[in-house]
């Protein structure tokens, strides 16, 4: 028979995940010839043998890859043969575009777990057990190729024992770039507020375990940067953990040591369950059981539901394992601010907060948050993008020439994250957060020169949100490379159609807190209609209305609920004391000169905003002490099964205006009859859903993009699903990117994409 030598060139996830020694003992095992080797670009394969065989090989390459792997593309060629002898592993490649992925941050697998567990293993109850299967990537890697050498693990020597696994390709730590054991790798410290050894090792995890049970707030240096943890039953720890974090009603998150004692706190569907035990490991959004919903009070206070995350690295197994009850595990970071990723940086900035740090010395190269999912409508939703998921790209639907301008997106000013264009992938960043203080700002620099660096990419479009007074902008304008500045909506729209493949034509609903428009108002209740030359067309719009005190007006939903009272009734509203009731006498006459003049008090579209005046007159909340704080009270009082909704108009105007006076003139006279919270909870929304559904009836798109920060509320977005599927829309919304800004930088760079191609074909 006739032998052959094939050439492959595998894109995609395949470094870093045991796939070398995978294809090593598939081609040793249908004794073929040739060798495997890492590039910056993937991993590439020559294999000699008959061509049935071939064929075979390469069915199998695909079929049976392993679990952690993701091919996006395979090329194959068929050459005449070179004469190889066996097959080997080459030494990686560094030459070239880098363009293989850079894989996230993995939780410890089973295999992994039963090692620490076990008295007769050599790394029993060692913290920084992994393999290729699991463990540290994205918070440890310099520079492509995911080799050892370009990871924060060069420091550390392997023993001879860890040398012999990872060389052998049949063991399963076969080149696991942060393989070590207890005598090679990085060890355990527990420091006091001064930065003084108190122990070193098993002893510091040990007391750093009995400090948590003391009440004492433990700062534990993790796998992408500090949490701070204290035992969730210990009420006092948890209000001083607040007062010192000055966190005072935001929900924490919860870890807790296994998935049953996740069971007994709250109700988990198949779904949620496996969220939960997935390699990525996020926090789950999950409904507090019925018997404890009055129980966990400080945790998520006034919140029916509870932040849970499994342990994911085998530090964490290992201190659940040992305190065997719920801790709340918390960002290590003062507020607004990035985490610590450096026990030093940690000292100055946790000290106040921490009473003890458990620290390690494998250095974190990137600070990572833990991620956040909810299940939306039968699917997980990610509302925090981060470990476990970033850096991995999205890929544009079509694919695009190499040769296409890099473009890196900046994002926006809330939940920021950043999003790199090359060729066919976006690669989004992690989550970074809010650009409200230096230290933000900082790391949002970092990551924007990071993320291009890591790829050796040179930037020549900057895109950006149009608001000019956004950090995000204003750092584009320092930046070389021309500058695209794309709305804020059209960015959530197209984020939300890229992630889920969608073409032009299609109706975009934008709703969120606010977002600067191309006329100069406050946009946030948005209809866009996504056109084939990758433009939009605003068609429908929520009645604008004013907004006073601006910024203020975001932590006081009462200054909404007066800008919505003002829209309707004119200077009637101050002869209406009893739609006054949120406001001390002495503030009126100061707002009242505001709205008649339009002084500080913008007009706006937003939704969210329309979330906040109604929470505050349905009595829910006047002030929030976090962004988003109303919305979702008002979420959470709603009557389940009440189908009635308040009434609304459209104006045939153009863009169509969506007219919710007659909404807020029926829910007053709710508030008269004495009707329940959740009554008028319930119409709202209900209300919500029924325009979403007129405007998509009116336009007669049959698609329609569901985005924004209002699309994280599970009612009005499953009940808009309902609604539209029942009339046979197609309605779409968001999976694997965040409908908040999270998402923002993923959609400015597919619309400066789209614009190119628009040119392009022109």
């Avoid at 043998?49 to 395979?74: K, Y």
């Avoid at 149009?466 to 021309?482: I, R």
Wanted: aromatic share 6%.
């Amino acid at each position: 028979m006739i032998r052959e030598r094939a050439r492959i060139v595998l894109r995609g996830a395949v470094q870093g995940v045991g796939f070398r020694p995978f294809v090593y003992r598939l081609a040793t095992g249908l004794q073929l010839d040739g060798w495997i080797s890492n590039s910056a670009q993937g991993v590439f394969v020559e294999v000699e043998g008959e061509r049935s065989v071939l064929d075979g090989f390469l069915r199998q390459l695909s079929a049976e890859r392993p679990p952690r792997s993701v091919i996006q593309s395979v090329e194959t060629s068929f050459l005449d043969v070179i004469g190889y002898a066996g097959f080997e592993i080459r030494e990686s490649e560094e030459s070239g575009a880098k363009t293989a992925f850079i894989l996230p941050d993995f939780a410890t697998c089973a295999d992994c777990q039963a090692e620490i567990l076990d008295p007769t293993d050599r790394r029993f109850r060692y913290p920084f057990t992994n393999c290729t299967n699991c463990g540290p990537r994205f918070s440890i890697i310099e520079s492509l190729p995911y080799d050892r050498a370009n990871t924060s693990m060069k420091q550390f020597a392997m023993c001879a024992e860890c040398e012999r696994e990872y060389h052998d390709p049949l063991d399963r730590r076969f080149h696991a770039q942060p393989n070590a054991c207890p005598r090679c790798g990085p060890q355990l410290q527990l420091w006091n507020g001064d930065g003084v050894v108190l122990a070193n090792r098993a002893d510091a995890l040990t007391q750093a375990v009995q400090a948590v049970r003391d009440g004492k707030i433990l700062a534990l240096k993790g796998l992408g940067g500090f949490q701070l943890i204290v035992d969730a039953a210990n009420e006092a720890a948890v209000a001083r953990l607040r007062e010192r974090k000055h966190r005072e009603e935001k929900p924490f998150a919860l870890m807790v040591p296994s998935l049953e004692a996740a069971r007994r706190l709250c109700d988990l569907s198949a779904l949620e369950e496996r969220a939960l035990l997935s390699p990525e490991a996020p926090i789950v959004l999950l409904p507090k059981r019925s018997e404890i919903r009055n129980q966990q009070s400080a945790i998520a206070p006034g919140n029916p539901y509870l932040g849970v995350m499994l342990p994911y690295t085998p530090l964490h197994h290992l201190v659940m394992r040992d305190l065997n009850s719920p801790v709340v595990a918390t960002s290590g970071n003062q507020s607004d601010e990035p985490i610590c990723v450096d026990e030093g940086e940690a000292i100055k900035r946790l000290g106040g907060i921490a009473d003890i740090f458990l620290v390690h010395d494998r250095p974190i190269v990137r600070h990572v948050d833990d991620s956040i999912v909810r299940i939306m409508a039968g699917r997980e939703m990610l509302l925090r993008r981060a470990r476990g998921y970033a850096p991995l790209p999205i890929m544009l639907a079509g694919g695009v020439s190499q040769k296409r301008p890099t473009i890196l997106a900046l994002g926006a000013h809330l939940k920021n994250t950043i999003a790199l264009r090359v060729g066919a992938n976006v690669f989004v960043s992690q989550h970074l957060g809010d650009l409200e203080t230096e230290a933000a700002h900082a790391a949002f620099r970092r990551t924007a020169t990071d993320l291009p660096r890591l790829y050796e990419a040179e930037p020549q479009i900057i895109a950006c949100d149009m608001h000019p007074e956004y950090l995000s902008t204003k750092y584009a304008q320092e930046l070389p490379g021309e500058k695209i500045a794309v709305q804020h909506h059209w960015a959530h729209v197209v984020a939300c159609m890229a992630e889920n493949e969608v073409s032009a034509p299609a109706l975009g609903v934008a709703w969120d807190g606010t977002g600067f428009g191309p006329d100069g108002t406050i946009w946030g209740g948005e209809f866009l209609l996504a056109q084939s030359d990758g433009s939009f067309e605003r068609v429908a719009q929520l009645r604008p209305f004013r907004l006073p005190g601006v910024d203020r007006a975001i932590r006081e939903p009462r200054r909404s609920a007066l800008g919505l009272l003002h829209e309707v009734f004119g200077e009637e509203l101050w002869d209406r004391p009893e739609l006054l009731k949120a406001f001390a006498a002495s503030e009126l006459p100061v707002l009242r000169q505001m709205l008649a003049k339009g002084l500080h008090s913008p007009l706006t579209s937003s939704a969210g905003r329309l979330f906040d005046g109604v929470a505050s007159l349905a009595g829910l909340r006047d002030r929030a002490s976090f962004e988003g704080q109303a919305a979702m009270e008002l979420e959470f009082a709603a009557s389940a099964d009440l189908r009635e909704a308040y009434p609304f108009t459209l104006q045939q105007t153009n863009p169509v205006q969506v007219d919710w006076e007659a909404t807020i003139r029926a829910l007053l006279d709710d508030i008269s009859k004495g009707t329940t919270a959740a009554d008028i909870s319930a119409k709202f929304h209900n209300m919500l859903s029924d325009v979403i559904l007129a405007v998509a009836e009116h336009i007669g798109e049959p698609k329609v993009v569901l985005s924004g920060g209002c699309f994280q509320n599970q009612r009005l977005t499953e009940q808009t699903i309902e609604r539209l599927r029942a009339k046979e829309f197609q309605p779409y919304w968001h999976q694997r990117i965040p409908p908040n800004d999270g998402g923002i930088s993923l959609g400015q760079a597919v619309a400066v994409n789209w614009r190119q191609s628009s040119a392009e074909g022109r």
